[in-house]
């Protein structure tokens, strides 16, 4: 009794019980059943077997591009993500809204566009991969090209999530620190970015995950060479080829929970950013 | 001097948002900005600040002119009205804020932090988040952090907006005693005046932009010298009355104020007085009055208030003629307020409907030369239609005074030669349509006493610039003080044009140019404590004028005139049928053709 009153505390919203159902129906159906039914699939392997395809050096250079590329691509975003939110949360120019509008076209885009398009651009013959070439730098079918798709893919996350969050930084915020003596470059360091800090947790997150799944742009562009320009879900898509499914299930497995524990850390760390400042405004 | 500011004017696209205030706040000196929001206070704060340049003017701080200096490097304290304190910061950290930036030794920054605290009452917080403070202690962190770096000046920008009552006089007190402590200059913004009047040493009342009146607290309730600051700074009866040799009076034969401190005779005219609610004496009867005897009325609604009763009393005779000006809420009839104490309210208790006569204890004239407005116009559809131009209505409202009509067949005709009999005396400034033979139009009604007559061409904007001019110096003071009184209620930046005939053209006597021109302005400032900008021009001064007012659009023309016949003789063409809102002021020299009577504004100066 004392349990369920716990769980269930009475509140002015009524519909908590349908809420709560749907909720754990739509989990359980479309994230966690399929999940489990990938670790079984995993878990039906031999150990040995397992070990071997997971370890395979083959399998292991993909994590590190896989997951490297991705933390260099959320990264990037962070950085650049920011100062495309920043300029068009704090400035009005005229392209202001078109750019705006720009910024959701690789949610819309179907992946394997996008790839297209970037290999296109970044070949060695493509309008920016020639000069590139001139300078010895080899964008498209390296790991470089990899990382350029994948921040294409993660960019609208992070732009989205700062948007936001950029707008409630209150100017009087700065104002205050700029009449206590600050310069500009202070103001950024020690009021705007620990303000919108977690912000930017949450979009690197999602950046990052989206790109530790995303397929269709990489493989255009990425060339595709075992050991170096493979991703992990490339090599997955290989061993469902070779009908291999228990393979391809041991690689997901081992992804699966890379990710999580990625993603975990992140959340982690943002919600001690979050105790630590405010829960709220006001 | 701590802060002095030199006609700052801040404009955002088409409004002038701060328009030409001057200002000086000397050392040690508690400042309140007073106005109602949207009257510019913040902007000059912010403008004070460094937060926010200027378009005109200059600000200077200890004598040191930081116009062009950014916000960090004027030394100033800034506390916001929703704190803005860093919220991922310890209480130390925030007030330690401007010490780290100066790069301050470890030491002495935590020795400066404890004395702010003790001296803000917050010892021992250091450690806290924002979030974990109430408002009104976060406040008390921000007053903290703004002394931290020993600021010449401190500014707060509606400190305790967002704190309940008895939190913000806990607050005001701290501020207060704080300030004295420390002796640092300090001007404060608000738009409420019960904190005004708790905190200043000088107020200053700003409204649409402008810095109207400023003086002691005392000073400005005894004696305000503008219907906003009457009403705005404390409760006031307005009330349209007749100023006579005898004294002020209500249009009966009562007479409100017999030893009036006039410095010479004077005809009948209308003037606007001040009643204080407190001021109002209620009694059953004449006899038992104990002040001057001022009309009968009928008690209306009673709200109590704890010390005060508040009463609303309808004038029971209209035919007294008294004119009560509508206050803000715009009640039905001519109603007063009145206020009782408690013990006022033991002797005489009263109820709603009951029949009481009011006497007045004291009464305040204000010294302004627009009372009220007259339409004027050869029909009474016309006269109607004249009333309802939105420029009229705009001005007439702000002033919370009334447009009164009169039937002038004359006008219909101005083309003839007014032969027809002169009509009653027009009180306050009189009005007419612009049409072809205005000046004519204009000629009659200063025939017939008006001493402003006002041109408005159709459906004429609000004007974002008032040209002031003189045809000479005789008209000078009266044009100020009507302009001062025009511009007080109209966000217009205001410019004194002066012209003088070209070089080397002979035929007029050439006054001392640019002497004139800051004689003018400083005149304005003093006696009427309103602010403009001088031009000088060279020509022929109706077609310069013409020139200016063809320059840019929403312009309204102040003309001073002391000859009727110079109308005609130096202005017809301007006259003629003006395309632009047009004020014509006359103040009658001693030689002159002189229709109208010595000016209110020369028995009322201000101090």
Redesign the interface.
Known sequence: MTSRKRFHQPSVLPGFGLTFGFTTFFLSALVLLPLAALVTMAGSMHWGDFVHVVTSARALGSYRLSFGASALAAGINLVFGFILAWSLVRYEFPARKLIDALIDMPFALPTAVSGIALTSVFAQNGWIGRYLALAGIQVAYTWIGVTVALTLIGMPFMVRTLQPALIEVQRDLEDAAETLGAGRAYVLRRIILPTVLPAMLTGFTLAFARAVGEYGSVIFIAGNLPMKTEITPLLIVIHLQEFDYRGAAALGAVMLVMSFIVLLTINLIHAWGHRRMVASAR | MSITLDQVTKRYQDSTVVNDVSLDIGDGEFFVLLGPSGSGKSTLL?AI???TGVDHGRVALHGRDVTHL???E?G???V?Q?Y?L???MSVADNIE??LR??RMRAADRRARRRELLRLVALEGMDER???ELSGGQQQRV?VA??L??KPDVLLLDEPFGALDAKIREELRRTIRQVQRELGITTLLVTHDQEEAFALADRIGIMNLGRLLEMGRPDDLYARPATRFVATFLGAANLMLARQSVRGVSLGSDALLAPRFDSLHPVREHEVVAVLRPEEIEIAPTRDALSSTFMADGVVGEILFCGALERLRVRLSDAATGAHVLRSDDGGEGPFLEVTRTQHDQRRFPVAPGLEVTLGVRRLHVLPTPLSSFTACAASEELAQALTREPLLNELATRMKTRIAVDIDAALGSPAAESSASEGPAILGAAVIAAQPGARQCIERLLQRGAEEVLVLPDNAAAPRRVLIHWADETARRATLAVSASLLRHLSAEAVYVGILPREGHASAPRPMGMRALLDARSEAQAVHGFDMRTELRFGEVARELALRLGESQAQLLVLGISDAADLERRFATLVANPGWPLLVVYQPGTTARAYGRPRTTDLLRLA
């Open positions: 912010r600040a460094g937060l950014a916000a960090r004027r100033v304290g800034l916001f929703n803005a860093f919220r991922h804020f401007a930036v100066r988040l924002p979030a921000a952090r703004a931290a770096h």
